[in-house]
């Protein structure tokens, strides 16, 4: 019974069609989304939301730092801790998007929602990474949960960060998507006008 409901779900977040639309789309998209979202904020809700996001934007920083994608397995850094770092430090940034809202009834349906988002991704990404990787990476998934860190592994740098990846991986404009998103609720919300 739960299969026959959770299967389609799953067929949804992995339609190649739907995926290469919504990837072309995502800028325009995250506008547009931003606008909304930003005319319809609670003013009380945007610090928690603020630093929420700056956690999870921090993180992510951590992450875009620690790895040179499909040229080297990533096993240091966040990555010491957890194979998918980068899906965690997003779903907390998002999070916070979502706490300035001021709708706590939306933290649950976005959870939801991410959760499908970044488990069938991971999946296909895996598929990906033992083809590049083979066996190291074989191994790094026996030692390392995909999202809890619940081990460490033994060969990464725990203390790790490199500003031309961080640059590579476009993490500064991570950042300043989300500064922009913020400056632009902290106008809207506390600006004479409203």
Not at 55 to 62: D, E, N, P, R, Y
Not at 111 to 120: D, E, G, P, Q
Not at 155 to 184: C, I, Q, S
Request: hydrophobic share 50%.
């Amino acid at each position: 019974m739960r299969t026959k409901f959770v299967e389609p779900i799953h067929r949804v977040f992995n339609n190649r069609s739907a995926r290469k639309l919504l990837t072309k789309l995502r800028l325009p998209l995250a506008v547009v989304g931003a606008i909304a979202a930003c005319a319809v904020a609670k003013p009380e809700w945007f610090r928690l939301g603020l630093a929420i996001s700056v956690i999870g934007a921090l993180l992510q920083l951590w992450c875009f730092a620690s790895i040179s994608k499909q040229r080297e397995l990533a096993i240091h850094g966040p990555y010491k801790l957890v194979r998918n770092p980068m899906y965690i430090a997003r779903f907390v940034l998002i999070l916070g998007f979502v706490v300035v809202l001021g709708r706590p009834w939306l933290i649950p349906l976005y959870a939801v929602v991410y959760y499908f988002y970044a488990v069938n991704r991971v999946k296909r990404e895996e598929r990906k990474l033992i083809q590049v990787f083979g066996q190291p990476y074989a191994e790094y998934t026996r030692r390392v949960h995909r999202f809890l860190p619940v081990s460490i592994y033994p060969d990464g740098r725990l203390l790790y960060g490199r500003m031309d990846l961080l640059v590579r991986n476009n993490g500064h404009w991570n950042v300043l998507g989300v500064a922009a998103f913020y400056a632009l609720c902290y106008a809207v919300l506390f600006t004479p006008w409203r």
